[in-house]
């Protein structure tokens, strides 16, 4: 393969396909604008609806949802739930005006991995696609801290499933809690981006949990 062919197929395989689900028309075309001019983004669904974006997205082929949450219709939550069904690995951020306790939690709880409020700068929302690319958890800082107080206020009792994890197992869910990529992982810990996969496959077994957003608020509840 020579090199300009190499170039090319390189470029193709590190595109983050990104869809849209907002049903503000305005807000629609500028965050489609927002996308279309990002290198290494890829524009591949705009909707203005939960219902078509439920019936196409997985066809459509997205990395990462940008979700509104207060959309005609099915609700952006419910969304989130019905797309995770068919497609766990895709990775949602709620991109929204409310930062209600009960909204966030519903919306971690039914897949979002990220939540953003809408005022957030452009470079914010482009910052947020490439984490959640990487492995992080983005949140507004007002978002992160009514999680942080919900915790802070639950009471806590002995989680045994804790016990079952290695000190460095320990470690990387720390890591992770703190909104650090699997890259910057295996940076600070001076391990492999493979290594850093391996212990976390092992978390998520010892902890019977299915996402990174499960593990951290068990994490939490400790």
């Given at each position: 393969m020579s090199p300009s062919i190499r170039a090319i197929?390189?470029?193709?395989?590190?595109?983050?396909?990104?869809?849209?689900?907002?049903?503000?028309?305005?807000?629609?075309?500028?965050?489609?604008?927002?996308?279309?001019?990002?290198?290494?983004?890829?524009?591949?669904?705009?909707?203005?609806?939960?219902?078509?974006?439920?019936?196409?997205?997985?066809?459509?082929?997205?990395?990462?949802?940008?979700?509104?949450?207060?959309l005609p219709g099915m609700n952006g939550i419910e969304?989130?739930?019905?797309?995770?069904?068919?497609?766990?690995?895709?990775?949602?951020?709620?991109?929204?005006?409310?930062?209600?306790?009960?909204?966030?939690?519903?919306?971690?709880?039914?897949?979002?991995?990220?939540?953003?409020?809408?005022?957030?700068?452009?470079?914010?929302?482009?910052?947020?696609?490439?984490?959640?690319?990487?492995?992080?958890?983005?949140?507004?800082?007002?978002?992160?801290?009514?999680?942080?107080?919900?915790?802070?206020?639950?009471?806590?009792?002995?989680?045994?499933?804790?016990?079952?994890?290695?000190?460095?197992?320990?470690?990387?869910?720390?890591?992770?809690?703190?909104?650090?990529?699997?890259?910057?992982?295996?940076?600070?810990?001076?391990?492999?981006?493979?290594?850093?996969?391996?212990?976390?496959?092992?978390?998520?077994?010892?902890?019977?949990?299915?996402?990174?957003?499960?593990?951290?608020?068990r994490l939490l509840r400790q």
């Open positions: 197929h390189e470029s193709v395989r590190t595109m983050i396909r990104v869809a849209i689900v907002e049903d503000n028309s305005a807000l629609r075309l500028e965050l489609q604008r927002l996308i279309g001019d990002t290198a290494g983004f890829e524009l591949c669904g705009s909707y203005g609806n939960a219902e078509d974006a439920v019936a196409t997205m997985n066809a459509d082929g997205a990395d990462v949802v940008l979700m509104d949450i207060e969304a989130v739930r019905r797309l995770k069904a068919s497609a766990p690995s895709l990775l949602v951020i709620m991109l929204t005006v409310f930062d209600h306790t009960d909204w966030i939690f519903d919306a971690l709880r039914a897949g979002a991995v990220g939540y953003l409020l809408k005022r957030a700068p452009a470079d914010d929302i482009v910052a947020a696609i490439r984490q959640v690319h990487e492995g992080g958890a983005p949140m507004s800082a007002s978002v992160a801290r009514k999680v942080v107080q919900f915790f802070s206020r639950r009471p806590t009792t002995p989680d045994p499933s804790f016990s079952q994890l290695t000190e460095r197992e320990h470690i990387v869910l720390t890591k992770l809690s703190e909104g650090l990529t699997y890259d910057e992982i295996g940076v600070a810990l001076s391990i492999s981006i493979n290594t850093v996969r391996k212990h976390i496959r092992s978390i998520y077994e010892k902890l019977e949990v299915n996402s990174r957003t499960e593990a951290v608020a």
